[in-house]
């Protein structure tokens, strides 16, 4: 499995040469690249394979250069790019890089200098495309983040002109030779400069080159209190940890987690506000939901579910973790609305589709108390009496389901699927007497009642249905 690590930094180069011949060159510009934290291949058949703890990634942006000699002045601007890789070394969290160019465009006004320019020198606009072969890697082709490591071939420059050579010349890094790598520690939250002085391709003197790069991780946020299953889910009752996470870097250890802006906010009706509703400078954020007024009184549908926006936000990259109640913690917070004494467990409630009998709704799953193995042992009695068919009229019932069936008395156990309500076909009295002996003998409970909860005598006309439980 590929394990990746993208990050982002605003990269600011500046370059010069001093003395007869002198260069300035300015940079500013955004580098993209990836740490492969595992290896990985392409998706093509054949592809190579990039090795684990390996980088590469893509740099552009615009610069400024001016170039004076004794015979010309130059100043122009343009875009430039650049391909990297690396290496990251996962024991001190640092990577290792190397900056190759891929090309520029310029644009700007030579003017001629010296003796040899009679009167006036006029000043001549110029512009220039060079590409110098290596391009950014393609996530296609792992391939070519390998040839950005290895190290780089003679350079191509497609002219001989003057101006063309003072522009390739005021690039920092054009890839005309092999260059130091760069050191960047990626727990540093501050901007980290590197400084390389070597002797200019050109043989114009002592090249200085800074780099600046203000690194900008993408993280993650992870929950902490939580396995797999819900993820996303939750009642209202739950304390709920959530940390962030950069892969590759241990936060405790860096200054990222100092940095961090953590909110939560409700989302839809019923859903309030989260306890506390902010915290900054933390790499971990916990708070309990704090829910409005939840229905109570109720209900044939399901319920409206509990839902949190959380983000966590710095150096202006912001990350959503969306908390939405599924259907396990929305039954389960019909619960704590109504107030029951027992909450069921996640592993409670069991899939179920509506069919009238053991399910009447709300949802697709009921906590199950043995409704199946207490309506055999009724059925099996009941066949002992007058030919008829033993039939569920209702079993489980949500708490908002049983509040709307008027059966709303506390610790009622058709919510906690240990009652059942059962008539006959056909039906008539004598069979619901002979109903009522036979959940007598199976060794339950029984009640006739002539609705949900209204309880009536054996034998009374109005009675509709036994109600049993265990």
């Not at 029984?446 to 209204?454: H, L, M, Y």
Request: net charge negative; charged share 20%.
């Amino acid at each position: 499995m590929e394990i990746l690590s993208p990050w982002a930094a605003k990269a600011i180069a500046t370059s010069s040469v001093s003395g007869a011949n002198s260069v300035s060159f300015n940079f500013e510009g955004s580098l993209t690249f990836t740490l492969f934290l595992r290896q990985a291949t392409g998706s093509d058949a054949g592809a190579s394979t990039v090795p684990a703890n390996s980088v590469a990634g893509r740099m552009v942006g615009t610069f400024d250069v001016e170039v004076s000699t004794p015979t010309m002045r130059m100043t122009g601007e343009g875009t430039a790019g650049w391909t990297l890789g690396g290496t990251y070394d996962p024991a001190t969290e640092t990577m290792s890089i190397a900056i190759r160019s891929s090309g520029v465009e310029a644009k700007g006004l030579q003017t001629p200098l010296g003796d040899a320019t009679p009167g006036k020198p006029a000043a001549a606009p110029f512009s220039a495309t060079f590409n110098w072969g290596w391009p950014a890697p393609s996530p296609d082709d792992p391939s070519t983040v390998l040839n950005v490591m290895a190290p780089p071939a003679a350079a191509v420059i497609p002219s001989e002109r003057e101006v063309d050579l003072a522009v390739v010349h005021s690039l920092p890094q054009t890839g005309l030779k092999e260059f130091q790598h760069l050191m960047l520690d990626l727990k540093e939250t501050e901007p980290q400069t590197i400084t390389q002085t070597f002797q200019d391709e050109a043989g114009l003197g002592t090249r200085t080159t800074t780099w600046t790069f203000a690194l900008i991780p993408q993280f993650n946020i992870e929950r902490e209190d939580r396995g797999a299953d819900g993820r996303h889910s939750f009642v209202s009752t739950d304390s709920i940890s959530l940390r962030l996470a950069i892969p590759g870097v241990t936060i405790p250890e860096s200054g990222w987690a100092s940095l961090t802006s953590w909110r939560v906010k409700g989302m839809g009706p019923f859903s309030g506000s989260g306890v506390p509703d902010q915290i900054p400078g933390s790499m971990t954020f916990a708070f309990r939901p704090n829910p409005g007024a939840r229905p109570t009184d109720g209900s044939i549908v399901r319920n409206r579910p509990l839902q949190y926006d959380v983000s966590a936000a710095f150096e202006g990259i912001e990350q959503h973790f969306i908390l939405f109640q599924d259907d396990i913690d929305l039954l389960r917070q019909e619960y704590i609305d109504h107030g029951e004494g027992v909450v069921p467990s996640r592993g409670d409630c069991v899939a179920h589709p509506f069919d009238k009998s053991f399910n009447v709704g709300n949802y697709g799953l009921v906590v199950d108390g043995g409704m199946q193995g207490a309506f055999d042992r009724i059925d099996l009695e009941f066949r002992k009496g007058p030919p008829g068919t033993l039939r569920v009229v209702s079993g489980f019932r949500s708490p908002q389901r049983n509040k709307a069936s008027g059966d709303s008395h506390p610790g009622n156990p058709h919510v906690r699927g240990r009652a059942l309500d059962l008539t006959s076909d056909p039906f008539g009295a004598d069979a619901l007497e002979a109903l009522y002996q036979a959940c007598v003998r199976a060794g339950f409970h029984a009640v006739c009642e002539a609705s949900p909860g209204k309880a009536v005598p054996l034998g009374s006309p109005d009675a509709k249905h036994v109600h049993v439980d265990w």
